[in-house]
């Protein structure tokens, strides 16, 4: 793939729609019946523009993998802005300001069923394609640590100390997302963020050490 950061607004502009229209058609035919021709139409080019852009299927299929974890990482980014800009040291307790803090992530970071789809279909797709293997592994750990350093700068202004480290938590904390999402689809046909927001806190009490308390 060619260099985002050198790329043209024209050329970064038509990438965009390709990947959009990817997610689009995979959430709706697996990942198995995403084909170039589907997903050009789809954006609304030819064949050959998708190929001026992409090697092959696989290659467009990384570069959704990496976008999936970068808006990941944007929705956390955003989630603990929101929580830092409400609340000023000193004002809340720890277990108040935890407890907005989860319910402001929950909320945020809720995925409709085609989202949960796409993740599950990139998965798979990533499972059965080894070409596509490493950057699948290479988009997560590193969508794992861009979220980790978000919540540990978050939590050592509460001077909250997380536990485990770094790869057990995030561990942790994108089985729940991904899989909390799944089975909440599963059994409801819906997420509940109330029920979320609940298991989250739960879990937090596991991985954090709050003794130290709320930064003053």
């Known amino acids: ?21 990817a997610r689009e058609v995979i959430a709706e035919r697996g990942a198995g019946g995403a084909t170039v021709e589907r997903i050009a139409e789809r954006a609304g080019f030819t064949r050959g523009a998708f190929y001026s852009n992409y090697a092959d299927l696989d290659d467009l299929i990384v570069d959704v993998i990496r976008d999936v974890g970068e808006t990941r990482i944007a929705q956390v980014r955003d989630a603990a802005a929101r929580f830092t800009a409400h609340r000023e040291p000193g004002q809340v307790t720890i277990d108040s300001a935890l407890q ?28 059965r394609h080894e070409s596509v293997r490493a950057g699948y ?6 969508t ?11 939590f050592t202004g509460l001077q909250v100390q997380i536990r485990a480290t770094p790869e057990i ?12 999402s799944v089975m909440s689809y599963l059994e409801l046909g819906r997420v ?11 879990l937090l009490d596991v991985i954090i050490d709050k003794k130290a308390g709320c930064g003053g």
């Open 1 to 21: 793939m060619s260099d985002h950061a050198t790329m043209t607004p024209r050329r970064a502009a038509t990438r965009a729609r390709l990947l959009e229209a």
């Open 100 to 127: 907005g803090g989860v319910r402001d992530i929950v909320h945020l970071l809720q995925p409709p069923m085609n989202k949960v789809l796409l993740q599950a279909e990139l998965r798979l797709y990533a499972l």
């Open 137 to 142: 592994v290479k988009a997560v750990r590193e």
């Open 144 to 154: 794992m640590t861009g979220v980790y350093e978000i919540l540990d700068t978050l």
């Open 169 to 180: 938590t995030m561990d942790i904390l994108l089985g729940f997302f991904d899989q909390g």
């Open 192 to 202: 509940d963020p109330d029920a979320q927001v609940q298991r989250l806190g739960r």
